[in-house]
């Protein structure tokens, strides 16, 4: 350390020339660094998506989604399986380890996909590489009257996505609502009966007359022609054509057996926006295509943004055209930009505060710029450390730097050292400056480094952080111990030097003591109220010790049995999403006749910018959602607006007042669109708690679900309860009849092929017009498959061509199936879901698990877990607990290593209660839970406060060791007084720089007020503490070493 | 001491701010229309709404009534044969869908004419008889000639009846008509009153209705299909229809004393049909009912389950049934 100083001092240029060239890289670093403003929290995860279209969900599950689950059980490395399979859709995901890497993990899967046993003709996919929050931008595809919606959704599809697939960093352009285009050949059964055909015949006719090939070469001359055979369909008129059947002598062609029609797919999502025009006065389209652009994982949101905005300019101007346009909705820019403009605040008002209270306690101007110059240049070097180690910068975690930590060691080097300059003596300043700073700071140097030391080992267990809440700390731990490290090396290099500079002057005259006269006024006072203060704390030491622990410990059992615990603070990210779900059962066009109501309702709102309704699901297959479920996203106004009218959560409360007392029979919860989709990836339910049921009975598990839920409603703070998986839902099952499919003579394919085609509207062949294609679709008029009726009836041609009605050949009937099935690790699954509202996390969760397993007694086939983001809140909980307790012995072991003597490390470690008494009292003032949040704020406290201890010990041994002669009781009053200004000056400016973090509202501060708050409060009551009790304490642990001395 | 005095002062003022600011806080917390939440009655069969709720407005009922009601019960069936006038009252001819068809008819005529000749013929050997100017023999091979006739007429006659077309018809209609045979399921034979007037809507005119009279029901189901033939005739004075067109007829069910609700008031639950009875303005109580299978997509007729002058719920019965049941 000596060395350190001593070379610094000797080459005071370079010291500055490095600090200089330090500074520039860091800001190199930091334009070149990839700044995000919130982290990609989600794990890597893998879905595969397989469509089996027209099939039921058993069907689905049986044939597709278990055979797959099978071959993917040999995936390495996979700590969560899970499965939805709905009405011919299979969606599989598998969430992998901490650190595993995205393509790996993919190719892994890729490679046991391919052994899967399957049926013909469904081939599984991934889903594109894109997280939980990778839904960076939103836009409508919007045109003039006469562009329907079959029309606006053939843009989207062939125009405008496959431009934004090519911006850089686009996973996947996911479009919603509007109608998919296909040409149905329309026939009838009489007219197919006339000709004696089967709907298997103009299915064949159509395949067999849509080919275009090519030959060779043809060679005439000198010249080569290839060969094209053009025979594809590529037009509707090409399809009336198609030669079916000769019919007594005459040619049948499809134009004979039915019409050939442009006709949407039947839908399986409707859109609808609710947004301002020109004037500002809501429009409602009922019928809207959304496109949603999803960002690859691992990119960076604002340059992906700003490449997509001017591809959509580009778009708008150059090839959309008779009034059709691209309008965006959403984009992740406005949350950055908040986040930033909050985050900017903070920093500022942070560094202005620190700023101001150097400049009083040190009572110098000119040294409180030294330490100043200390918040830029670490800050700086840090950015340059996370570029070399590719660590994101994300604005969540800046925001929770305090200034007030970073500055420490240069507060107490700059502190020492002006001291000296003071009291120095005329034979001292003729020795030089230079060899006075080098007394000063080699008295402080190595407490300076065994503190930071202590703060940064401080940080261990947020470097040990999984998952989430790793991603969303650990940013911030590096951040910090950089920046601290920073400050370490310039407190011990650059500060010194600097004052050898500014003070030249002053030094060498005697002047110095007229620059310092104001201050000792104020100084003197404050020294001296205060050796009379300690001087009558230290009367009875034992009794003022007594007092302190008891209220200390009263408090830390007070505090913790009255604060909850949860997993993360409530994030507000500028918007809000809300999820409902319609009564099962209920069909897309009824739960239609509502979204127009519910838009309505929350546009009437004024912070209310638009509000757009996603009903069911796209036909990509991302989700598995049913028709009942609706996804509202409501953007707000600029919250400078309307946010000291009302707040966000009356907000909230007011709307979801209006949407459940107009729909009654309609469950809504509220949350926010990057944290749902997070949670919802992470542990595959969006509620604070899911209750989770496994077993291979579907009956039997819902019995035993309705049982939990039942217990669960009814503990205080239950609310949107619910079973997440719907009750089997009545499906118009066609049983065929063996017997009599065979006294006709007809296969039991026939008759499918019949259902499929004539009812299901089965795609059997391609159009390409230009560069697009459409499916054609083969199938009866609406009036013969619209109804049970007409579906009883619908013929099926025998062999010996009689018309036969299929109910003859068939059981028709309603039955009860599943719509939705759950599977998780080869189970199937039912999960109870609840939200936890006016009350924290932790303890809803232990009074619900003692009152189900009191009621509720499983049979040994079923199994059941607890999870939702509760799961979370156990992992971190776990995890602290057990790196805390190492934590602090690993600070008691870096102490023992500084001073050698147990006692001494008792005294700088009684800090730590001090701080945290303080921390729980302002959680509880504040009403705030215990989360991971203000658990790491309480870590950072923890290394903060040992560091006033360090500085009394250290202070008694040089004291001690310089006046041997005095006793320890006089000596302990002496120290005390000595170090009120350093333990001011380090306290101090820590405290305030984080109060405008801990009272910050804005967006973006959510994280960063419950540690602010903790370690603001828990450094107020250290620093009382140690102030009134540290003196009494030392003496009380005085008389210990000496009997351990006299025993000896 | 005064610390400690001056200490607990303060610790007693912070304590005075932080409770009137919590109460403060939580009178503040802004005015919203929270409304009363709908309750549930009897294990949720019965939903009662608070008054005025706001919900009530998407909730609709109507009353029943028992009535005559008129359903429709339709059947597919093709015309057959039509009657066209070649512009004069006095000529016309028959046009059928096949040429077999037209064959079975001409034969008809034929034997038709054949017999009428032979009848004829045997009347007047048998006066030549009597007058001694035919023998015995002219009279017997006359006679036999009539009965072939007769055999191959009644032959002829009972194919065309066969294929559902009464001859006699045929012949005797002036005016431009058409012939339609429809099959009827058994199951809903009766339904069928022969005369009684009927509609039929064609492929060919979508949208057209033409109305017809149910001439005659066959008197053999068809064991394979299970139908039961129906002829139906039309006046044709436009010449629209013709043999060989598709239609399908709806002989109407006509069901008395029959509670008919809108299809839209029933939701499936767990394997059974439930409606919505309002007993009284903002309370509905749920009720399981048993349908009749009919062939309309827009009403059903319940069995049992409500009674006569019941205002069953038709708009929002899926809403009620979400608070009803929970899901």
């Not at chain 1, 008779?322 to 605040?345: C, W």
């Not at chain 1, 006075?436 to 940064?456: D, G, Q, R």
């Not at chain 1, 209310?608 to 028709?627: A, C, I, S």
């Not at chain 1, 698990?849 to 809140?873: C, D, H, I, R, Y």
Request: charged share 20%.
């Amino acid at each position: 350390m000596n060395k350190i100083l001593e070379t610094a001092l000797s080459k005071r240029m370079l010291v500055v020339i490095i600090s200089l060239a330090m500074a520039a890289i860091g800001l190199w670093a930091w334009t070149a660094l990839q700044k995000e403003a919130y982290p990609d929290v989600g794990d890597t995860q893998v879905t595969v998506i397989t469509e089996f279209k027209g099939r039921a969900a058993a069907e689905v599950e049986s044939q597709v989604t278990v055979p797959l689950e099978k071959v993917l059980n040999g995936v390495p490395q996979v700590i969560s399986r899970r499965s939805k399979t709905i009405f011919g859709l299979s969606v599989i995901s598998l969430t992998f380890a901490d650190k595993v890497e995205d393509y790996w993990a993919r190719q892994r899967v890729m490679e046991k996909l391919s052994e899967a046993d399957l049926p013909t003709g469904v081939s599984p996919g991934l889903a594109p590489l894109t997280g939980p929050v990778g839904e960076i931008l939103r836009y409508m595809v919007r045109g003039p009257e006469d562009k329907t919606s079959m029309d606006l959704r053939t843009i989207q599809d062939w125009v405008v996505t496959p431009k934004l697939l090519k911006v850089p960093g686009v996973a996947d352009v996911i479009t919603f609502g509007g109608l998919v285009k296909q040409y149905h050949v329309i026939t009838s059964p009489d007219l197919l009966s006339r000709y004696k055909l089967s709907i298997q015949n103009v299915i064949d006719a159509i395949q067999n007359n849509n080919l275009s090939t090519g030959g060779n070469i043809i060679a005439r001359g000198e010249q080569g022609f290839a060969i094209r055979s053009l025979g594809a369909l590529s037009n509707p008129k090409d399809i009336e054509n198609v030669f079916v059947t000769t019919f007594q002598g005459v040619p049948i062609f499809v134009k004979d057996i039915g019409s050939v029609e442009p006709y949407p797919m039947p839908r399986t999502g409707i859109l609808g926006i609710s947004s301002k025009d020109a004037n500002g006065t809501f429009v409602d389209d009922g019928n809207g295509v959304q496109g949603l652009i999803a960002m690859r994982r691992g990119e960076n949101a604002s340059e992906v943004v700003d490449a997509l905005k001017a591809a959509i300019k580009d778009i708008n101007g150059n090839d959309l055209k008779d009034g059709v346009r691209l309008e965006v909705t959403y984009d992740r820019g406005d949350l950055v930009n908040y986040t930033i403009r909050t985050v900017a605040g903070t920093l500022f008002e942070g560094i202005t505060i620190v700023a101001v209270i150097l400049i009083i306690f040190l009572g110098s101007f000119r040294s409180a710029v030294v330490v100043a110059t200390v918040i830029p240049l670490s800050l700086l070097f840090a950015f340059a450390l996370m570029k070399a180690t590719n660590i994101p910068a994300n604005l969540l975690s800046l925001g929770a730097i305090d200034f007030g930590i970073i500055v420490d060691g240069a507060v107490v080097m700059v502190e020492n050292i002006l001291r000296h300059y003071r009291i120095a003596t005329p034979a001292d300043r003729e020795k030089g400056i230079i060899a006075c700073t080098l007394k000063a700071a080699n008295e402080v140097s190595k407490e300076i480094f065994f503190s930071i030391a202590i703060i940064i080992s401080a940080f261990l267990p947020i470097f040990t952080f999984q998952r989430v809440e790793g991603k969303l700390f650990s940013p911030m731990a590096f951040t910090l111990s950089f920046a601290i490290l920073g400050s370490l090396l310039l407190a011990l290099t650059l500060v010194p030097v600097l004052m050898t500079f500014i003070f030249r002057k002053q030094f060498a005259g005697a002047s110095s003591q007229s620059a310092e006269h104001k201050e000792n006024k104020a100084s003197l006072w404050l020294q001296t109220s205060y050796s009379r203060l300690v001087a009558r704390t230290i009367v009875n030491p034992v009794r003022t010790l007594a007092v302190a622990l008891v209220l200390v410990v009263m408090v830390i059992i007070g505090g913790t049995s009255r604060i909850g615990t949860e997993f993360l603070p409530k994030l507000d990210e500028g918007a809000i999403n809300i999820r409902a779900f319609f009564p099962v059962g209920i069909s897309i066009q009824e739960a239609n006749t509502y979204t127009p109501i519910i838009r309505k309702l929350i546009s009437s709102h004024t912070p209310v910018k638009f509000v757009v309704t996603q009903l069911g699901r796209n036909e990509q297959g991302t989700d598995p959602y049913n028709p009942n479920r609706l996804e509202i996203l409501v953007g707000l106004n600029d919250y400078k607006t309307w946010i000291k009218d009302i707040s966000k959560d009356e907000l909230l409360k007011q709307i979801k007042s209006d949407l459940e007392s107009h729909v009654p029979g309609t469950s809504f919860s509220f949350s926010q669109p990057i944290l749902d989709n997070v949670t919802e990836a992470v542990t595959g339910s969006v509620a604070d708690l899911a209750i989770l049921v496994n077993g291979k009975d579907l009956h039997q598990l819902r019995e035993y679900a309705q049982k939990v839920l039942d217990v669960v409603k009814i503990v205080p703070g239950a609310a949107e309860y619910g079973i997440e998986q719907e009750a089997d839902q009545a499906q118009l099952v066609i049983d065929m009849k063996r017997l009599e499919i065979a006294r006709f003579g007809i296969n039991v394919n026939d008759i499918q092929h019949v259902i499929e085609a004539a009812i299901g509207g089965k795609p059997i062949s391609t159009v390409y017009e230009d560069e697009k294609k459409f499916d054609i679709v083969v199938r009866f008029r609406s009036n013969f498959r619209s109804t049970l009726d007409s579906i009883r009836k619908l013929p099926v041609t025998s062999s010996t061509g009689a018309q036969v009605p299929l109910e003859v050949l068939a059981h028709i009937d309603l039955k009860d199936g599943p719509t939705l099935i759950q599977r998780e690790d080869g189970e199937r699954q039912i999960s109870v879901r609840t939200n936890i509202e006016g009350r924290d996390q932790g303890s809803f969760v232990k009074e619900a698990q003692a009152k189900v397993q009191a009621a509720v007694k499983l049979p040994p086939e079923l199994s059941m877990t607890w999870g939702g983001q509760f799961e979370n809140l156990t992992r971190a909980g776990n995890q602290l607990a057990m790196v805390v307790p190492l934590t602090i012995l690993l600070i008691a072991s870096i102490l023992y290593l500084l001073y050698k003597d147990i006692w001494d490390v008792i005294v700088a470690f009684s800090c730590i209660p001090f701080s945290l008494a303080g921390g729980i009292i302002a959680l509880w003032i504040r009403g705030y839970n215990l989360n991971v949040s203000a658990g790491v704020g309480f870590i950072s406290l923890f290394g903060v406060a040992t560091m006033s201890g360090v500085l009394f010990v250290s202070r008694m041994n040089h004291l001690q060791h310089d006046h041997p002669e005095e006793t320890v009781a006089d000596l302990v009053p002496k120290a005390a007084v000595l170090q009120l200004r350093p333990w001011l000056t380090t306290v101090l400016p820590a405290l305030f720089g984080l109060i405008p973090a801990a009272f910050a509202q804005g967006i973006g501060s959510d994280v960063q007020r419950p540690l602010a708050t903790v370690i603001v409060g828990g450094l107020i009551s250290g620093l009382l503490l140690t102030v009134t009790v540290l003196p009494s304490l030392y003496l009380v642990i005085d008389r210990f070493r000496r009997k351990d001395a006299h025993v000896d | 001491m005064k610390s400690p005095n001056l200490g607990f002062a303060s610790v007693l003022l912070c304590g005075a701010i932080f409770i009137s600011s919590g109460i403060a806080l939580s009178v503040a917390s802004g005015e919203s229309m929270v409304y009363k939440k709908p309750t549930l009655e009897a294990d949720g069969q019965i939903v009662v709404f608070p008054e005025n709720h706001p919900s009530l407005a998407n909730i609709k009922s109507i009353p029943v009534t028992s009535s005559s009601a008129q359903l429709a019960m339709t059947a597919p069936g093709r015309v057959v044969a039509s009657r066209v006038s070649n512009g004069t009252d006095a000529s016309h001819s028959m046009i059928f869908e096949s040429s077999d068809l037209a064959t079975v008819y001409s034969d008809y005529q034929q034997a038709s004419s054949s017999s009428a000749r032979a009848t004829k013929n045997a009347a007047r050997i048998k006066a030549m008889f009597e007058s001694e100017a035919a023998t015995g023999r002219d009279v017997t091979d006359s006679e036999n000639e009539v009965s072939s006739s007769r055999a191959q007429l009644n032959a002829a006659e009972s194919k065309l009846r066969g294929i559902g077309l009464d001859p006699k018809e045929l012949e005797n209609v002036t005016s431009p008509t058409a012939w339609l045979i429809s099959d009827v399921p058994e199951s809903q034979l009766n339904e069928v009153e022969k005369g009684e007037s009927v509609h039929a809507s064609f492929s060919s005119f979508p949208g057209m209705n033409f109305q017809g009279k149910a001439d005659a029901i066959g008197d053999a189901i068809d064991p394979v299909l299970r139908t039961v033939k129906v002829r139906v005739k039309f006046s044709n004075e436009k010449g629209l229809l013709r043999p060989g067109m598709f239609a399908r007829i709806d002989f109407g069910e006509i069901h008395n004393a029959a509670l008919v609700i809108p299809l839209a008031s029933v939701t499936r639950t767990e394997g059974k049909d439930y409606v919505f009875v309002e007993k009284a303005s903002g309370r509905f109580e749920r009720r399981v009912v048993v349908l009749l299978e009919t062939s309309s997509d827009k009403d059903a007729i319940v069995l049992s389950g409500i009674s006569d002058n019941e205002k069953v719920v038709s708009k929002g019965a899926i809403l009620l049934k979400g608070l009803s049941f929970g899901f």
